[in-house]
């Protein structure tokens, strides 16, 4: 069972740069997530999602597109990299219903912007 | 505005402490409260709370929630090197599955 898989685990790249951040589930969640966290600070939510075709903005979502054309994957796409854009990212899942189950994190990306 | 503040921010204790973190809340559609803890890598699920007043353990750790005063506890007794982690809060959203993270509490356990 994989769980939340993040692909890739660390990347560099250079100021203007685009890039897709994968995420995939194979628990087939409704919910899916992006987050970032930055040094000394909590998880701060970029976008998410409830369900495929469906997405709404976080906190953050400012610099970062996504899309939900599977229930599986949930990538988060930088379209022009700055350097304000480097941190940890984390993408998580989770499924409504009784109880609202806990979120599944993927071991996250970590990305730096030159 | 969703707002989470933990307190703490960061703690130093010796092992066989007892620690307690705090974590107040205003969120709309409040559904359940969840505790992570965070070491290197990605937060590790500890505890959901859905009602007020009912304690939920797991070994050392406990947690009880009240939604009237709109915060939560982690208590952790007996702590050991271990526990030495960053301990996170999060506040769920109804229909949504997101969550409002707080800043976290650093925890050092020293032997």
């Known amino acids: 069972n994989a769980g939340v898989t993040q692909t890739p685990k660390f990347q560099v790249l250079k100021t203007g740069q685009s890039m897709t951040l994968q995420c995939a589930q194979d628990m087939n969640h409704e919910y899916m997530s992006w987050y970032r966290q930055d040094p000394g600070m909590g998880l701060r939510l970029i976008h998410y999602?409830?369900?495929?075709?469906?997405?709404d903005q976080g906190e953050v979502p400012n610099g970062y597109n996504v899309s939900r054309s599977t229930t599986e994957d949930f990538p988060l796409r930088l379209l022009s990299a700055a350097p304000s854009q480097t941190s940890v990212y984390f993408c998580?899942?989770?499924?409504?219903?009784?109880?609202?189950?806990?979120?599944?994190f993927g071991d996250g990306t970590r990305l730096s912007i030159l | 505005e969703d707002k989470v503040v933990q307190s703490p921010l960061s703690l130093v204790v010796h092992e066989g402490d007892t620690v307690t973190l705090n974590c107040s809340y205003e969120v709309t559609n409040f559904r359940s409260l969840l505790w992570y803890k965070q070491e290197k890598k990605a937060p590790t699920f500890l505890f959901m709370l859905?009602?007020?007043?009912i304690e939920k353990k797991s070994g050392r750790l406990s947690s009880i929630l009240d939604k009237k005063e709109l915060f939560s506890i982690l208590n952790i007794t007996a702590t050991q090197t271990g526990d030495s982690a960053v301990y996170l809060c999060a506040p769920t959203s109804s229909n949504t599955g997101k969550l409002i993270f707080g800043q976290g509490t650093t925890l050092q356990v020293k032997p």
């Open positions: 859905t009602s007020s007043g």
């Open positions: 998580a899942s989770s499924s409504p219903g009784m109880g609202n189950q806990p979120q599944h």
């Open positions: 999602s409830v369900g495929a075709g469906i997405t």
